[in-house]
């Protein structure tokens, strides 16, 4: 600030500073053709807001903050983005009310930026009073309402909460429906949404067919170059992965991501995201020589477009990471998944999930290279730490349990290994679920835990029950009913050799 010049004068020159970035902001903020133009006005956006006082911010700085802060999340620096929005929050509600629908519209933005910095408990907080505030001011059927439920809905969804989240995403979607009818884009990301909704509660089965009818819907409605037609049949390939039918899911993401190279271009976050799920796919069905490649082509790509810092890099060299350790290559996979952890405390913090996945997937990688003393302990912590952050019943709290249970397992220590392994079964079965896949991949552990001591009475019939269940969720030929069947198989054989024996009590 110039001492020698009148306030007045400094006030009007920063609001004519203010309406010329807006003038000068690209139309989008998701075209990455944009970006460099965002990077460039970045600094003077930030400028103008440090050499300003809070409370003698404009309208027009006010949504500059907003777009700014929403285009740091979209980078991947949401923590970042947070300061602006708290500050454009703060400014829209002072010069608009609480109530005005760009508050409101703030007020969402700065939500989903807590959220993407993995901050619940602040997001989910503020999504439920901006529906709130929604239905109050606009009424249950205005278009911002139902996307303040869907915000909310998705909040639940990454908070482990499917018994909250399905609700709600069953709600927006009738009311979608009666409302904007069934050929609107934003009832269409609804069913979408809800199919991913029944995915992540365990439910595949049910998700198969909406994200077939959103698939056909959109490609008659928005044509099949759409990026949401190319994101549902990404959502397709992924469902059909779960419900094991593989011989669809390599070909759905084999099109996809050939469709998107021509479409939206090798350097796209969702050509880069589609490139990743293939990869993903190859590896699922056993085929590392050509997922290894992809994976190392992904991270390559991640790291120019992206930068080091962005949390879908971290995500891109974690799966390369677990893609080595597949491939029984811990020598290249352990120091990836530390510089991973590294990075994610850095840019992340420590009770971020993705911290959290990080320190467990470092934890295994020591396992899986017969270095238990290292990966105990982090197992150990991990599991701690999801239980402080994300409670006892969130899915990620209860794979940590299960895998500090099966370290001790490695380790021989049976006696710690097979309660933590009862109690995960008992919480897998309230909280998720007695069909959802990890309910049965707790029973067969628990059943495998059993067999290592010996105590083949209780492993059978869990086996049995394990496979049945498999059968009637994921079909025969799904790789893990194959399993359960070879279980069943050898442990009936080794209870058949026992009794001949006369041996059958059990070593612990």
Known sequence: DNPHRRPSHIDQARAQAAINLSNALPPTLDEPAT????????????ALADHAAPDADTDTIALLLDWVGVFLTDQGLPTRGIIYLRRSVTAAERLLGENHPDTLKSRNNL?????KAGDLARAIPLFEQNLADHLRVLGEDHPHALISRSNLAIAYQGAGDPARAVP???QTLADRLRVLGEDHPDTLSSRDSLARAYREAGDPARAVPLHEQTLADRLRVLGEDHPDTLSSRDNLAVACQEVGDLARVIPLFEQTLADRLRV?????????SSRNNLALAYRAAGDLPRAIPLHEQNLTDHL??????????????????LAYREAGDPARAVPLHEQTLADRLRVLGEDHPDTLKSRNSLAVAYQDAGNLPRAIPLFEQTLAD???????????????????AGAYRAAGDLPRAIPLHEQNLTDHLRVLGEDHPDTLISRDNLALAYWDVGDLARAIPLFEQNLADRLRVLGEDHPDTLKSRNNLAFARQQ???RAADGSDQPDW
């Open 111 to 115: 939500a989903h930026a807590y959220e």
């Open 386 to 404: 999801r239980l402080r952050v994300l409670g006892e019943d969130h899915p990620d709290t209860l794979k940590s349990r299960n895998n500090l």
């Open 35 to 46: 970006w460099p133009a965002w990077r460039t006005l970045l600094p003077h956006i930030e």
């Open 304 to 321: 120019r477009v992206l930068g080091e810092d962005h949390p879908d890099t971290l995500k891109s060299r974690n799966n390369l990471a």
């Open 168 to 170: 709600l995403h069953e």
């Open 264 to 272: 939206l271009g090798e350097d796209h976050p969702d050509t880069l």
């Open 495 to 497: 209870g058949e050799l």
